[in-house]
């Protein structure tokens, strides 16, 4: 199965004709029609590749690039109207990888895209994280601290994983509820901070002056490499 690419313009009629291009290529695709969308799909999908429309209901495409820059590298191609030099360098600067004019012929954005997918290193996924006797072995679902199994909830888990993962980067709140009970997901604050807490007695060795698992007052939390 070919890589999965995002889709993101607030243009029903563009997205379909993109989904329908690539899907016949074999890719799949996800889609966004807003720039809080587009950014919550990248952290929580993963996408290899976005096409990003500069203009959105919410905000600009340069405002999705420089918040995504701050955790992800996945490449953006844009999609605009724009034809000076000047803004083509901006776009550039902020962290965009190519961008094709519109109206573009799709044999052009596939050629695109496969190039930027051949820029993509390849990826190794790790099998756990250790370090200084606490060991999470992603394989198997086990923590082990100072060489004693602690048993975790299958939620503890898939936060700690969720965390680890994305380690350095800070998560938000909305994120990670998401990431773990669903896009559909309403209410769960309480539910995630009592997770968190929770998740800190069995791992941290001070629980009340964490480590590894930080909180970032107001926005989320951050796992410390």
Same mark, same amino acid.
């Given at each position: 199965m070919k890589d999965l690419i995002l889709l993101v313009d607030d243009d029903g009629a563009i997205?379909?004709?993109l989904? !329908? =291009? *690539?899907?016949?290529?074999?890719?799949?695709? #996800?889609?966004?029609?807003?720039?809080?969308?587009?950014?919550?799909? !990248? =952290? *929580?999908?993963?996408?290899?590749?976005?096409? #990003?429309?500069?203009?959105?209901?919410?905000?600009?495409?340069?405002?999705?690039?420089?918040e995504v820059r701050t955790?992800?590298?996945?490449?953006?191609?844009v999609l605009s109207v724009m034809s000076s030099e000047e803004d083509k360098i901006t776009l550039l600067d902020s962290g965009a990888d190519d961008y094709i004019t519109k109206p573009f012929s799709m044999?052009?954005?596939l050629a695109r895209i496969r190039t930027a997918l051949r820029r993509l290193p390849i990826e190794e996924t790790p099998t756990n994280w250790e370090k200084e006797g606490l060991?999470?072995?992603f394989v198997n679902y086990q923590v082990i601290k100072n060489q004693t199994q602690v048993r975790l909830t299958p939620t503890e888990f898939q936060i700690l994983t969720f965390l680890?993962?994305?380690?350095?980067?800070?998560?938000?709140?909305?994120?990670?509820?998401?990431?773990?009970?669903?896009?559909?997901?309403?209410n769960e604050m309480n539910s995630l901070r009592v997770h968190i807490t929770q998740l800190r007695k069995k791992i941290e060795d001070f629980p009340g002056d964490p480590t590894y698992l930080m909180t970032e007052p107001g926005i989320g939390y951050r796992w410390v490499t």
């Open positions: 997205r379909k004709m989904r !329908i =291009a *690539l899907e016949a290529k074999g890719y799949r695709t #996800l889609e966004a029609i807003s720039r809080k969308e587009a950014v919550e799909s !990248i =952290a *929580l999908n993963s996408p290899k590749l976005v096409l #990003l429309d500069l203009q959105l209901p919410d905000g600009t495409g340069l405002e999705v690039i420089k955790f992800s590298e996945v490449p953006f191609i044999g052009e954005l060991v999470v072995d680890i993962k994305n380690a350095g980067k800070v998560i938000t709140h909305d994120v990670l509820i998401k990431k773990i009970w669903g896009d559909q997901a309403l």
